[in-house]
């Protein structure tokens, strides 16, 4: 059974930092794809920003420069550092894991959440 549980959420000022973490259990972590994804009250989910096993990053437009993704695999952990945060970046914010299957599939697990809050 894959464990996914989040910290780090909380409420901070316009400008202000949160990490965020994401400790992982029940998988073998360091060949898992992991994510951060958030959704914002009436809005879709969107993903945040994404690293891979072999340590590839993607960032959705907004957070390029601003957030961070980082993972350390001796601690089936993954991070997201966000700073210059904004208003518009509250939402849940939800750990995403992809753990390979077979040949070609993979397997989807996803944390609880936890809320991020910036006030203006």
């Known amino acids: 059974h894959v464990d996914l549980v989040e910290s780090g959420g909380g409420l901070v000022q316009a400008g202000g930092s949160l990490r965020l973490s994401c400790a992982a259990s029940?998988?073998?972590?360091?060949?898992?794809?992991m994510a951060w994804y958030r959704q914002a009250p009436g809005k879709q989910r969107e993903l945040v920003a994404s690293?891979?096993?072999?340590?590839?990053?993607k960032y959705l437009d907004s957070v390029k420069g601003r957030f961070a993704i980082s993972r350390d695999n001796a601690k089936n952990t993954v991070y997201l550092q966000m700073n210059s945060l904004k208003s518009k970046d509250t939402a849940v914010y939800c750990c995403?894991?992809?753990?390979?299957?077979?040949?070609?599939?993979?397997?989807?697990?996803w944390g609880q959440g936890t809320q991020v809050t910036v006030s203006p």
């Open positions: 995403n894991a992809n753990e390979p299957y077979g040949r070609v599939g993979k397997l989807t697990y």
């Open positions: 029940g998988t073998i972590f360091e060949r898992n794809d």
């Open positions: 690293i891979t096993s072999g340590g590839s990053l």
